[in-house]
């Protein structure tokens, strides 16, 4: 199935707004999933037999930068069966105060893998994600503060007493 048939799929499935963009430029193209549906898009994709997306392999937090206030999720899924791959793309503003991070329905429902990577989009970008079954850091302690992957972090000198370099 190319892309403009999964595209199809979809927007029959869940209607037009369900892809708010695509990007069809570099190496692979991507749709750009609203955000609140990507775990329904994610379901659909997996168990559909014309689809069957049954392996996520990669997903990354992005920090969009401070200029934008905006925060997504890349999702590299893979049809092991069919050998082909599809990127899914969602992001949303945020005012980047860690008061309030910026949130995403989790995909460990639909992909046991996500569990790790949510928990690294987490810790390192600061993406929660709704419904996740243990979101806690994952690679750094959990007494540290902030979320060194943002364009705006600003490193510590010291962490208990240990200078950082």
């Known amino acids: 199935m190319i892309f403009e ?21 570099g ?20 168990n559909n037999p014309k689809t069957y997306f049954d392996f996520l392999s990669c997903l990354t937090g992005v920090d969009y930068g401070a200029e934008a206030n905006r925060f997504g999720v890349v999702y590299h899924l893979a049809s092991i069966p069919y050998k082909t791959q599809l990127t899914l793309k969602i992001s949303k503003e945020n005012d980047r105060n860690e008061e309030n991070l910026p949130s995403f329905p989790s995909v460990v429902p639909v992909y046991k893998t996500a569990d790790w990577h949510e928990r690294e989009a987490y810790d390192m970008v600061g993406i929660f994600f709704g419904g996740h079954p243990d979101l806690r850091r994952i690679l750094l302690p959990d007494d540290w503060e902030g979320f060194p992957l943002r364009k705006d972090y600003k490193t510590a000198e010291y962490y208990k007493g240990i200078k950082i370099d």
């Not at 048939?5 to 430029?25: Q, S």
């Not at 190496?27 to 997996?46: F, G, H, S, T, W």
Request: some cysteine; proline content about 5%.
């Open 27 to 46: 190496l692979q193209p991507a749709l750009l999933i609203a955000p609140d549906q990507i775990a329904e898009v994610c379901l659909e994709l997996r």
């Open 5 to 25: 048939d999964i595209k199809l799929l979809l927007t029959e499935k869940f209607g037009a707004e369900v892809i708010v963009g695509e990007e069809t430029t």
